[in-house]
C-alpha cells in the first residue's frame, strides 16, 4: 500500500484534490445543465408525475408573444449594457489622476458596485417615483412634466438598465484603473514626441495596451446583462402587463410563480438562454486556450 | 501616465478639475444621497410630501430602532451571515486544492478540468433552478441556510479555481521541485510550500466571496422562503411589500443591508480590487 503510493504520488495526488470540488460542482452546475435539458421535453408541475410530450414546449415557445418581448428585452439590455464599458473608461480617464484625496474618489466612484442590486432597485425606484421621486422633481423644476418610468411600457425597461448601468460602470472603471496602472510610460512619451495627443493617443497607443482590461470588462458585461434578474424583480417584477421582462425572469415567473408551476417550459425558456449564453463561453474559452498554448 | 497629469496643465484647468472632481461624484452618488436624506426624515415629513425640502425633525435614531423593532431585519441579517461565512470557508478549501491540483501538477485532462470549472461558471442560474431546487428538496435542505450555502460553495468553486490556478501557476516552480527532490510528499507540499505564499489570494477571494454571496438575491428567493431562513436581500424586498410608501424605513432597511458588504469593501479594499482586476492586467 505504501509503496504503491508512494510509486503512483504524482499521478494520483492532483485527482484527490480535485475530487471534493469536481464533486461538488458536477452535482450542483454540471449535471442540473443536463436534468434542465431532459426536463423541458416534459409537462411537469414540479410535484406529480412528469408527461413526456417531446418538443412541445418550444414549439408552444415559437408562438408565445411573452417569451419574444422577454428575447427582445434580453437583446436590448445586451446592447445598452455594453455602454458600461466606455463609461467605465470615461471615468477612469477621469479618476486616472495624483492629486490630494485621489484614492477616496476613486473607492466612492466604486461603491455602487459594492452594494446588493436589490438595494440599487430600491435607490432606484425610489429615485423614479413619479409624484416625488428626485427624478421627476428635477424634471418638474426644469419645466417638463413627471415620466413614470416604470410605469410605462416604452421607458420600463430603458430606466432599469439605467439602473444597472450604475454598477456595472463603476465594474468597469475598476478595470480600467488598474489597466493605466500599467500602461508602459515609454510608450507614451514616445507618443508625445510623435505629436499623438489626445484622442489619437487614446486610440492608437493607450487602448491597445489595454485590451486585456477591455477584454474582461466585455465578458464580465456580456454576463451581466444576460444575468438581468434582481433588479427587474424589485423594481416593476416584469411590468407593467410584462413589458419588462427578459428571459432569465420569465422563466422563473413560468416555473415558480402565481401564475403556475410550468417547470418544463421554464426548462425550456433556460435552454434558449443558455445557448445564447454558450456562444459567449464558448468564445471566452476559444480565447483562453488560444493563451495557454502561447505560453 | 495618461491621461496628462494634472499638475502639468495649466493652472485653469487644475481649478477646473479640483471643482469639477467633488460634483462628479456627487451627481454619481446622487441616487443613493437621496436615500441616506430619505432615511433620517420623519414619518411626517413623508406623508406631506417634504421630501427633497430641509427636513422638519432628524429621525435618524427613530427610523434606525424602527428598522430593527418593527421588522425581522436582525433574523435576516442574522441569516444573511449563516449563508456567507460557510460559504466563504467552503468555498476557500475547496478552491485551494482544486486550484493547487491545476496549477502545479502536468496531466493529460487538466486544461479539460480547468475548463469544465471555467465554464461552468458563466452559465446562467435559470437553466440550473429546476434541478437545483429538486436536489436540495430532496436532501431535505430546502429552506435551510445549509442548504443555501452548499449550492453557493459548489457554484463559487467554479470562479475560485480559476483564480486560484492562475495565482499557482505564477508561483516559483523550484520551490516545488527542491521540495520534491528533498522527498517532502505532495500533500506536505501543499500544506507547508503551497499553502502559505497563497495567503493573498485567500485574503482576496475571501472579500469577493463574501460581496458576491451576501448580495444574492436570486437563488435566496429560489431556495429559501419566510423570516427564519431567508437573507437579507430577499427580505429587504418582502419589507419593501410591508412598507409601501414608508420610503424613510424602506431607505434604512436598504443602507442597513449594505452596510456589512460596504464596511469589508472600505477595510479590505486592496484585496478586494485585487481579486476583482485579476486578468486584466497581464
Redesign the interface.
Known amino acids: 500500500m505504501r509503496a504503491f503510493w508512494k510509486a503512483n ?3 494520483l ?3 484527490l ?2 475530487a ?3 464533486f ?2 458536477a ?7 443536463f ?2 435539458l431532459d ?1 423541458s421535453f416534459y409537462a411537469w408541475d ?1 410535484l406529480g408525475e412528469k408527461e413526456y410530450v417531446g418538443l412541445d414546449n418550444y414549439v408552444e415557445l415559437m408562438d408565445d408573444e411573452a417569451f419574444y418581448t422577454a428575447l427582445q428585452n434580453n437583446i436590448i439590455w445586451l446592447v445598452l449594457y455594453m455602454l458600461a464599458v466606455p463609461a467605465g473608461l470615461f471615468v477612469a ?2 479618476l ?4 490630494r484625496g485621489i484614492r477616496i ?1 476613486k ?6 458596485f ?6 440599487v432597485g ?3 425606484s ?2 423614479y ?1 413619479p ?2 421621486g ?1 427624478m421627476n ?1 428635477l424634471l418638474n423644476a426644469i419645466g417638463f412634466d413627471s415620466i413614470a418610468v416604470l410605469a410605462d411600457e416604452r421607458f420600463v425597461t430603458y430606466g432599469i438598465i439605467v439602473a444597472g448601468l ?1 454598477p456595472q460602470t463603476a ?1 468597469c472603471m ?2 480600467y484603473l ?6 508602459d ?1 515609454e510608450q ?1 512619451e514616445a507618443g508625445r514626441l510623435d505629436n499623438a495627443k489626445g484622442w489619437r ?2 486610440w492608437y ?2 487602448l491597445p495596451q489595454l485590451r ?2 477591455t477584454f ?2 466585455v465578458v464580465v458585461t456580456v ?1 451581466g446583462a ?2 438581468s ?2 433588479l427587474i ?2 423594481m416593476t417584477s416584469g411590468g407593467p402587463w410584462g413589458s419588462s421582462r427578459v ?2 425572469y420569465y ?2 415567473e413560468q ?2 410563480s402565481e401564475y403556475g408551476f410550468r ?1 418544463g417550459y ?2 425550456a ?3 434558449v ?2 445557448l445564447i ?1 454558450m456562444v ?2 464558448a468564445g ?2 476559444y480565447k ?2 488560444r493563451d ?1 498554448r502561447g505560453h | 501616465m495618461f491621461p496628462t497629469p494634472i499638475e502639468k496643465t495649466a493652472p485653469s484647468v487644475q481649478l477646473i478639475y479640483k471643482i469639477a472632481l467633488p460634483i462628479a461624484l456627487i451627481l454619481w452618488l446622487l441616487p443613493l444621497i437621496a436615500v441616506a436624506v430619505t432615511s433620517i426624515r420623519s414619518a411626517g415629513d413623508i406623508t406631506a410630501g417634504n421630501y427633497w425640502g430641509w427636513p422638519t425633525s432628524f429621525n435618524m435614531l427613530e427610523n434606525y430602532t424602527a428598522v430593527f423593532t418593527d421588522s425581522p431585519i436582525g433574523k435576516y441579517i442574522l441569516n444573511s451571515f449563516k449563508v456567507t461565512i460557510p460559504t466563504v470557508i467552503g468555498t476557500l478549501i475547496l478552491s485551494c486544492m482544486t486550484g493547487f491540483a491545476l496549477g502545479i501538477y502536468r496531466f493529460k485532462s487538466n486544461m479539460l478540468v480547468f475548463f469544465m470549472f471555467v465554464a461552468g461558471n458563466f452559465i446562467p442560474f435559470q437553466i440550473l433552478m429546476v434541478p437545483v431546487r429538486d436536489l436540495t428538496l430532496s436532501m431535505g435542505m430546502y429552506n435551510t441556510t445549509t442548504g443555501l450555502a452548499l449550492f453557493h460553495i459548489a457554484f463559487q468553486t467554479g470562479f475560485c479555481t480559476l483564480f486560484m490556478r492562475n495565482f499557482i501557476k505564477n508561483l516559483p516552480r523550484e520551490l516545488i521541485e527542491v521540495a520534491r527532490v528533498e522527498g517532502v510528499s505532495e500533500i506536505k507540499i501543499f500544506w507547508y510550500v503551497v499553502l502559505p505564499l497563497m495567503k493573498p489570494a485567500i485574503a482576496a477571494l475571501s472579500v469577493l466571496i463574501f460581496t458576491f454571496i451576501w448580495n444574492d438575491y436570486f437563488w435566496a428567493t429560489v431556495l429559501t422562503q419566510g423570516a427564519d431562513t431567508q437573507p437579507v436581500t430577499a427580505g429587504l424586498y418582502s419589507l419593501n411589500g410591508q412598507w409601501v410608501a414608508k420610503w424613510h424605513l424602506v431607505s434604512a432597511g436598504s443602507i442597513v443591508a449594505a452596510m456589512p458588504p460596504v464596511l469589508m469593501f472600505f477595510a479590505m479594499q486592496k484585496h478586494f480590487i485585487a481579486g476583482l482586476t485579476l486578468g486584466a492586467v497581464k
Do not use: C
Open positions: 504520488q504524482l499521478k495526488a492532483p485527482w484534490f480535485l471534493p470540488g469536481i461538488m460542482f452535482l450542483y452546475v454540471i449535471l442540473p445543465v436534468q434542465s426536463i414540479g480617464l477621469f486616472n489622476q495624483t492629486v474618489y473607492s466612492l466612484f466604486f461603491f455602487p459594492v452594494i446588493s442590486q436589490v438595494v430600491l435607490v432606484f425610489w429615485f417615483d409624484t416625488n428626485l422633481v450604475w465594474y475598476i478595470l488598474t489597466g493605466l496602472n500599467s500602461v510610460p507614451i493617443m487614446l497607443i493607450i486585456p482590461a474582461i470588462a454576463i444576460l444575468r434578474f434582481d424583480s424589485i428571459l432569465a422563466m422563473y416555473a415558480f417547470m421554464g426548462a425558456i433556460a435552454v438562454l443558455f449564453m459567449y463561453i471566452f474559452l483562453m486556450y495557454e
